[in-house]
């Protein structure tokens, strides 16, 4: 095939947005809907992808055990593979306060509407968008950056990129390096060791 010889140019990647728990207090303080706090606030501390959100169902979810299973028979992972979260004491609480008082099957949806009607990503991300165009935070900002966020935190107070990588479910730890520009606070007390050495000629 001579399109393989054919090398398309490389453009460079824009650095993922993030936000911080304070910004995403901001947020919320914009959101009317207690439904919505709980999926923006659900998605800062589990990292999951908004498709994985609103297909979540409840017989993924072991509030007994702490974990939550990402994907199953009717939901494809983008990576094709099943992977598991623990549930941190936030998503715990926010699950906690979701439990229907009947649940008539298993197969009913975490996030949803009356009678089990789930949320549309699109309707998820423009209310996320519309309540920060209401704060001063980077306009930049949108849904995906709450899985961004995840990943930042994590890596900042010490998380391994390995467990972030199987956290976020990517299929390389390539794809989960994007994140490593992010601990400038960590690289500054790093390329700081090179003050207490004797300086000599250069």
């Excluded at 919320?28 to 919505?36: C, G, R």
């Excluded at 099957?105 to 789930?118: D, G, I, L, M, P």
């Amino acid at each position: 095939n001579p399109f393989n010889k054919i090398k398309l140019p490389r453009f460079q990647k824009n650095k993922p947005q993030f936000i911080n728990q304070g910004d995403l207090d901001i947020i919320l303080s914009h959101v009317t809907s207690d439904q919505l706090k709980g999926i923006y606030q659900f998605a800062f501390f589990t990292g999951m992808r908004l498709s994985e959100i609103v297909n979540l169902k409840w017989n993924n979810v072991n509030l007994s055990e702490r974990i939550i299973q990402v994907g199953d028979e009717d939901f494809d992972t983008k990576g094709k593979k099943i992977r598991m979260i623990p549930i941190c004491d936030q998503v715990f609480n926010i699950l906690a306060g979701r439990v229907p008082r009947i649940m008539k099957t298993k197969n009913h949806f975490v996030f949803a509407k009356e009678s089990n009607y789930r949320y549309t990503g699109d309707y998820i991300s423009k209310s996320f968008k519309r309540a920060l165009r209401k704060t001063e935070l980077n306009k930049d900002i949108h849904f995906h950056s709450l899985r961004h966020s995840f990943a930042s935190t994590l890596l900042k107070n010490g998380a391994s990129i390995y467990s972030i990588k199987e956290l976020l479910g990517h299929s390389s730890i390539a794809v989960t390096e994007i994140y490593s520009h992010l601990t400038m606070d960590s690289l500054r007390v790093d390329i700081g060791k090179f003050n207490h050495l004797t300086s000599g000629a250069v």
